[in-house]
């Protein structure tokens, strides 16, 4: 007889912690030789409020490789945790953290891209960092190139448009996987490799000079070097250190049809199919026919070299994880400005949005869960997920029930998941201390458990707070996910 099971509860060694990114928190931009990198030279988009295709403001994109005075200074400045680490991990240590992702700035290791020696110095910063965490038992969830590369690679060979950025990357990767075998479980190769199709920050290509449908070509051909050079950083890590395990990272945004008229559900299965199109060739090795229709009628040519389609083949992810913020909604007449363009998509009236028009939708984390764990049977691990606020200091305090709200609703809809039979590994809520936003270039777009005393300009203590989500997420973590 067919045995009626099914798990009720978080897995007993499931992955509890926060994530973050070396531009956004570490400072110390031109220290113990680091490189500059692309995230440093870019302005942020004039349009604050809402997060669009532009995150960068496309004149700074091409000003900033000539001209240094084009600089973000919030992202050189990150929250200075290159010297206040030690104070950080004890914090997540106190709120009980099993795991801490993190980014390396590829530009700390090999300041021009080069395939020169390291920077040892660079290599200390992390050893550090890898100490601390190890004192207290925290897993390290490593990143290897979050949103950014080393600028020098922009201006030698327009980043990843040029596939000579897969051996400088590969150059790179090794020398990480072999400094630290045996020490890092959990490796993700890129950020939400997906935005790549919105611009600069993930490819560091300068495009801003070509017209929409030559961009798309660009982006396309770009990406698809980062895909390789994801695999083989895969089959690298696989040689180099066996129990470690590599995962894929996207950003998911579940589209949703306007209505059920067939034409909006085809819509919005063409949105998801585009969304998930990273992640089928990253965990299934290939990639899917609808792309390749898609990229016969949008004109998009790719270069492929004769081994590239074995190469991903040979050499699927582990682990499948993403970040989760949002959903939204498009239909058949939505056009071109409205797919795929995050906040500024189709509005969802059953669903409230943040301060800066993210909708917030708990259910459709368990809707996602469903589907990625159905379309990919391998474990899942949410890498991002929270709520930028405008958070209050008050007598020394910070009563945000908000956060503690938004974030109860996503767990719980990840423990009805769970009992779906859905495998996920862990949840690394999306910048546990506060940091510079990565839309906004700001500090007052505030994710964390940790309120850091700094204000847009800079000017502040860098003290350490904690807020009443600290104390709940702390209680989160010891109940195992039983007491929200
Ligand atoms: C993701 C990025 C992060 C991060 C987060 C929140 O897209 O991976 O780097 O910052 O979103 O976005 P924001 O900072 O724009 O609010």
Same mark, same amino acid.
Do not use: H, L
């Given at each position: 007889m067919y045995k009626v099971d099914f798990p009720k509860d978080f897995p007993k060694n499931f992955l509890w912690g926060g994530a973050t990114a070396?531009?956004?928190i570490e400072g110390a931009w031109d220290i113990d030789g680091k490189g500059l990198t692309t995230? =440093?030279?870019v302005r942020k988009a004039d349009d604050r409020k809402k997060m669009s295709m532009n995150i960068v403001d496309p004149s700074s994109i091409k000003a900033a490789i000539n001209d240094s005075t084009t600089a973000n200074y919030p992202k050189r400045r990150g929250i200075d945790f290159y010297h206040h680490y030690k104070e950080d991990i004890k914090l997540f240590a106190e709120m009980g953290f099993k795991v801490f992702r993190f980014s390396i700035a590829w530009a700390r290791i090999f300041p021009n891209g080069d395939n020169l #020696?390291?920077?040892e110095k660079g290599f200390e910063f992390y050893d550090r960092v890898l100490d601390e965490l190890e004192n207290y038992g925290i897993e390290p969830l490593i990143t290897l190139s979050h949103y950014e590369m080393p600028l020098a690679l922009t201006q030698k060979q327009n980043g990843w448009l040029d596939r000579a950025t897969i051996a !400088?990357?590969?150059r790179y990767t090794e020398v990480v996987f072999k400094r630290y075998r045996g020490r890092v479980r959990y490796w993700l190769t890129f950020n939400e490799i997906n935005t790549g199709t919105w611009g600069f920050h993930e490819t560091g290509v300068v495009d801003s000079h070509l017209d929409k449908k030559e961009q798309e070509n660009v982006?396309? #051909?770009a990406l698809h070097h980062q895909l390789v050079a994801s695999a083989l950083a895969t089959k690298q890590l696989h040689e180099i250190d066996p129990k470690a395990k590599m995962g894929c990272m996207l950003a998911r945004m579940q589209t949703y049809p306007a209505t059920c008229r067939p034409e909006d559900v085809r819509a919005a299965q @063409? =949105? !998801?199919q585009k969304n998930l199109f990273f992640t089928d060739v990253q965990a299934r090795g290939e990639y899917p026919e609808f792309m390749n229709r898609y990229f016969a009628e949008n004109g998009i040519q790719i270069k492929m070299a004769e081994k590239d389609q074995e190469i991903l083949a040979s050499s699927p992810v582990d682990f499948v994880s993403f970040s989760y913020y949002m959903t939204t909604v498009t239909s058949a007449e939505a056009g071109e400005e409205v797919n795929g363009n995050m906040a500024t998509g189709g509005r969802n009236k059953y669903l409230e949005e943040s301060d800066w028009g993210w909708q917030i939708d708990p259910i459709g984390l368990r809707i996602t869960l469903n589907e990625m764990w159905d379309r990919y049977r391998k474990p899942l691990f949410i890498v991002e997920n929270g709520l930028g606020a405008l958070d209050k200091l008050e007598d020394g305090k910070v009563h945000d029930e908000y956060r503690i709200d938004y974030l109860r609703k996503h767990i719980e809809q990840m423990k009805e998941a769970i009992k779906d039979g859905v495998q996920l590994m862990g949840y690394t809520m999306w910048g546990p201390i506060d940091l510079i936003s990565f839309s906004t270039s700001e @500090?007052? %777009?505030?994710?964390?458990? &940790?309120?850091v005393d700094q204000d847009d300009e800079g000017n502040g203590s860098l003290k350490r707070i904690r %807020?009443?989500?600290?104390?709940?997420?702390?209680?989160? &973590?010891s109940s195992n996910g039983a007491d929200l």
């Open positions: 070396a531009n956004q995230a =440093e030279v #020696q390291p920077n !400088d990357f590969t982006r396309y #051909q @063409m =949105e !998801d @500090m007052s %777009k505030r994710y964390g458990f &940790i309120y %807020k009443d989500s600290f104390y709940w997420y702390k209680k989160v &973590i």
